[in-house]
């Protein structure tokens, strides 16, 4: 039975990512649903000039606040991913609109084998309030443009919500620390995070499950999406990261730097995958990590983000 929070001493620790900026009146709603046994929470504020960093000290006392060295919400992303400490990152929206109480679905799915999962409001148990006509045509159209070039099968390219193993941090090549003239940004930094994010991860190979997520409406202020101008970039950004050489490789389940962290890791998915699912252990003995070469990983012909389908969770 899936949990609905994150309790279990056997579970990886998980870290928690809110870009914010002016999102005080949204937040108690955010924190409102998160797990309360989450590793760490990480709000990355954009240079606030309302309560969002004194609301969410309130609401998450033992919340880390940083604050982002550039504009936009790519940025803010990134300097949350290199500030985490956990075992794995999830990104969250502090607009209200996604759902922390989701978390312990995406981390089922990873301790399933996968390097990466991400929502969909698209496949059967998800939905949105919020999706206009307009935005679910051209998430469609972005999703059919993305599989081609990169021989994937997204349902759902442009929604936010993405949880990760940390130690694929490197795949993802994001640039925090190069200084820019004041207001000024880098490629990456805005909107266009999640269509980046997803293309190094095809191309590097690593297995991604979609999982079923419903989207709610902005509770408070308005969206600074632009559905045209961030759309062109969404676009720009398929076709210009094809080109990109790959900048690291991927960390395989069995391709840890020592042999006590190879250890420690198998410990841990196996003991999470037996607090999920205690009745499919077997009674033999376990083999030891140096013994036994493989944690089981859905790593087939179909299960390569870069070369098939996408598995879908059930």
């Known amino acids: ?3 609905t929070d994150l309790a279990a001493e056997s579970w990886p620790k998980v870290s928690v990512i809110i870009p914010a900026m002016n999102e005080a009146r949204n937040l108690p709603h955010v924190f409102k649903n998160m797990p309360s046994s989450i590793y760490e929470v990480i709000l990355v504020d954009g240079n606030s000039t309302d309560d969002t960093v004194a609301v969410a000290q309130r609401e998450w006392p033992d919340i880390r606040v940083i604050t982002q060295t550039r504009r936009g919400k790519g940025n ?5 991913f290199a500030a985490a400490t956990g075992d794995i990152i999830a990104a969250v929206d502090a607009d209200g609109s996604a759902d922390p ?3 312990p679905a995406f981390v089922e799915a990873l301790l399933g084998g996968y390097d990466f999962a991400k929502g969909s409001r698209s496949i059967k148990g998800g939905g949105s309030a919020d999706l206009t006509r307009l935005r679910k045509f051209g998430n469609l159209a972005l999703s059919a443009v993305f599989n081609i070039c990169y021989r994937t099968h997204y349902t759902d390219l442009c929604y936010g919500w993405n949880v990760f193993w940390r130690r694929h941090l490197p795949v993802l090549d994001l640039d925090t620390t190069t200084v820019v003239p004041e207001g000024g940004r880098l490629w990456g930094d805005g909107f266009e995070i999640e269509t980046l994010i997803h293309v190094r991860v095809a191309k590097s190979w690593l297995t991604v499950t979609e999982v079923p997520s419903f989207e709610h409406n902005r509770i408070h202020g308005e969206s600074n ?6 759309g062109f970039r969404v676009l720009r950004t398929i076709f210009s990261e094809a080109w990109r050489t790959r ?3 991927p960390v395989l389940h069995h391709e840890h730097h020592s042999e006590d962290e190879t250890a420690q890791t198998v410990a841990l998915e ?8 205690p009745e499919a252990q077997s009674p033999e003995p376990v083999v030891p990590p140096t013994e036994a070469a493989e944690v089981p990983h859905p790593r087939d012909a179909r299960a390569l983000s870069g070369t098939g389908p996408i598995p879908m969770a059930k």
Not at 270 to 277: D, G, N, Q, R, V
């Open 101 to 103: 109480g989701e978390i």
């Open 1 to 3: 039975m899936l949990p």
């Open 76 to 80: 803010a992303l990134a300097c949350g």
């Open 270 to 277: 196996e003991a999470a995958a037996h607090s999920l699912h």
């Open 247 to 249: 900048v690291a490789e």
């Open 225 to 230: 999406l632009s559905t045209f101008g961030d």
